[in-house]
């Protein structure tokens, strides 16, 4: 969304599995203890859950939040649909496949949820090249979750179309830089270890 917006930006990095996140001085600017969180140096604002944190630049910005009402409320409506459905779903199936892969019920429950979402995705993008019209916060926000398909163990076979749509933000020059920046440091984070 930075790299979108234009704006100038630093990066962060806390190590969530060391407990960064439970620290004290992390815990000043987001009391939920959960990343992101994003800190607006020009007026000294800080706003942590993703979705006020697309809202917020967006506004800033001028871009990718239409002003019309229509198209305003349908991008926040499909943004909502990320923050309160598929980012917590799939962070929980995520979890029970990774940590307690023998639990049926957890494990079972939140895959046939996230499928469920995936096919509500799907069917919407029938009408139209992007979640809610022109590319917007709501595809900035859906597009981590559904770029690696192969790392859920979920084939994209029955989404046809959610398996075009996910490659479309993927061409877009911003969106490179912005992955770019983060695996460059995954690997520098990676070779110091
Ligand atoms: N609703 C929050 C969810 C944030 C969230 O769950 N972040 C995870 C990483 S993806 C986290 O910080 N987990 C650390 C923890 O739970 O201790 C948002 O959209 O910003």
């Not at 598929?86 to 940590?99: I, K, P, V």
């Not at 075009?164 to 984070?189: C, H, K, M, Q, S």
Request: proline residues 6%.
């Amino acid at each position: 969304m930075l790299e979108e917006c234009g704006l100038p930006y630093r990066l962060h990095r806390r190590e969530l599995s060391a407990g960064d996140q439970h620290q004290p001085e992390f815990r000043r600017i987001n009391p939920n203890g959960k990343i992101p969180v994003t800190v607006d140096t020009d007026v000294g604002l800080t706003i942590a859950e993703s979705g006020a944190v697309l809202i917020y630049l967006a506004e800033k910005s001028g871009k990718l939040l239409p002003n019309e009402q229509g198209q305003r409320t349908e991008v926040l409506q499909w943004l909502f649909f990320q923050v309160g459905n598929l980012g917590t779903m799939a962070g929980q199936y995520n979890h029970f496949r990774r940590y307690r892969p023998r639990d049926d019920y957890a494990f079972g429950r939140y895959r046939d949820e996230v499928l469920r979402l995936l096919g509500v995705m799907d069917e919407r993008l029938g009408e139209g090249d992007y979640i809610a019209g022109d590319h917007s916060i709501a595809d900035i926000a859906l597009l981590p979750w559904i770029r690696a398909p192969q790392k859920w163990d979920i084939p994209f076979t029955d989404f046809s179309r959610l398996d075009a749509w996910y490659r479309r933000p993927l061409r877009r020059p911003a969106v490179i830089r912005g992955f770019d920046v983060l695996e460059t440091r995954e690997l520098a984070a990676e070779n110091q270890r």
